[in-house]
């Protein structure tokens, strides 16, 4: 059973920066994807970031430039850091992680239940 846990989430100042961690338990067989997307009240969620297996990173528009998306292959942690954060930068952000939980499984996103970002002076 896999399992991830989104933590680093809270109130931030316009213009700072946040630092979010995702910490998997479980293992996978194989993995695609791992990435983080966000959600503000009333808005689709959205793509932020995503870290392929072949350490290729893929960026939203909104977060290129400011966001570095990483992993910890030791701990099986992902991070986000995003710097210059504005309102638009509120809302709730998941972590997920597109994989196959066992030879022969089909592939699936597994997520975690998010931890909220609120930016404000």
């Known amino acids: 059973q896999v399992q991830l846990v989104e933590s680093g989430g809270g109130l931030v100042q316009p213009g700072g920066s946040l630092r979010l961690s995702c910490a998997q338990s479980?293992?996978?067989?194989?993995?695609?994807?791992r990435g983080w997307y966000r959600q503000a009240p009333g808005r689709p969620r959205e793509l932020v970031a995503q870290?392929?297996?072949?350490?290729?990173?893929d960026y939203a528009g909104f977060a290129e430039g400011r966001s570095i998306i990483s992993r910890d292959r030791a701990t099986d942690t992902v991070y986000l850091q995003m710097r210059n954060v504005t309102p638009d930068d509120a809302g709730v952000y998941y972590c997920?992680?597109?994989?196959?939980?066992?030879?022969?499984?089909?592939?699936?996103?597994?997520w975690g239940q998010g931890t909220q970002v609120s930016v404000s002076s």
């Open positions: 479980g293992n996978f067989f194989s993995v695609a994807s």
């Open positions: 870290i392929l297996e072949d350490r290729r990173t």
């Open positions: 997920k992680i597109r994989g196959w939980i066992t030879r022969g499984a089909p592939i699936k996103d597994y």
